[in-house]
């Protein structure tokens, strides 16, 4: 039995068919999404060594890791953890409430992202998963070298409140962080204590 010849409708249909698969690709090729892993390759290649921190990230840097914080010399009230994302494209952050001996209580997670209109870092936290309650804001660095994260807690209700903390460098692989919330009185601590707190890393 003979090869088949194409009719014209069935050569219509594939010359139709090719011309689909081409446009698809070049509709790829110029989407934002392409653009946007175009210019992620180029941040990539500029970052050497599985550790090393991409040059946007550095001023967070410091922070990479978990930590046990509480007031000086007592014991850790809760764990704060700051981990990246897949390829260091992000920082998750996580923080655990210690209610008791091996009781630890998720209380709010999120993720953290370089903004490059403002150069700062905006995130968003989800507080007490379930809730309906989120933390937004930004990640900055003072002129003397202090990380300060400006929060804007929304509660279920739609009511805001603003909070701040803020991470100093003790010089020997800690931080010394506060916790405020703002009143009308200016700037209170968020509990007894929360303006001096020390942050020590996680023992294995």
Known sequence: ???RRKTPASRKSAARATALV??????IAASPFASAQGAGSGVEA???????????YEALGPLIGEWEVGPPGAAPAFVENFSWGPNRAYVW????LLRAPGDEHLHFE??????????RFDYLFVVEPGSLTQESGEFHVESDGAIVRDVVL???SGETTN???????????????TLMRQTGDGWTPTFPGSDNLTMVRRAA
């Open 154 to 156: 929304t509660a279920a």
């Open 46 to 56: 500029k970052v050497s060594g599985q550790d090393a921190v991409p040059e946007a």
């Open 1 to 3: 039995m003979g090869p």
């Open 93 to 96: 952050v996580k923080v655990l």
């Open 22 to 27: 081409a446009c698809g690709a070049l509709a």
């Open 110 to 119: 999120g993720l953290v992202v370089y903004n490059a209109s403002t150069g």
């Open 163 to 177: 909070f701040r903390q803020t991470f100093r460098s003790l010089g020997d692989g800690k931080f010394q962080t």
